[in-house]
């Protein structure tokens, strides 16, 4: 797969790309597009916190209105999961 990058989505990574070579012979060469949170190369607890949690969203899909849409979802679920989740009035 040929990667290239795309401007962020909300805040995420996204790279897009297509396959060069078929699975099987006389198949499809389909569009890869990716998604992710990027993820804080330094995580630590404060000194009163003896565990905490972190989460991270991967979407991959074959056209970018799926992989957003995906994503998306994703964000949303976690956000569910996470007491600490505040929606971002700035996103597009």
């Keep these: 797969i040929v990667f290239h990058s795309e401007p962020d989505y909300k805040g995420a990574s996204y ?3 297509q396959t060069t070579v078929a699975e099987v ?3 499809i ?9 990027p993820i804080n190369p330094s ?7 003896a565990q905490s ?3 991270f969203v991967v979407a991959v899909a074959g056209s970018q209105d799926s992989v957003q849409t995906h994503y998306d979802t994703g964000k949303e679920r976690e956000c569910a999961q996470l007491s600490s989740c505040v929606k971002k ?3 597009a």
Aim: aromatic content about 8%; hydrophobic content about 30%.
């Design 53 to 55: 949690r972190w989460g």
């Design 25 to 27: 012979p006389g198949g």
């Design 29 to 37: 060469c389909p569009s890869v597009h990716i998604i992710w949170t």
């Design 43 to 49: 995580l630590s607890l404060l000194p009163n916190q």
């Design 89 to 91: 009035t700035s996103e």
């Design 15 to 17: 790279i897009q790309g």
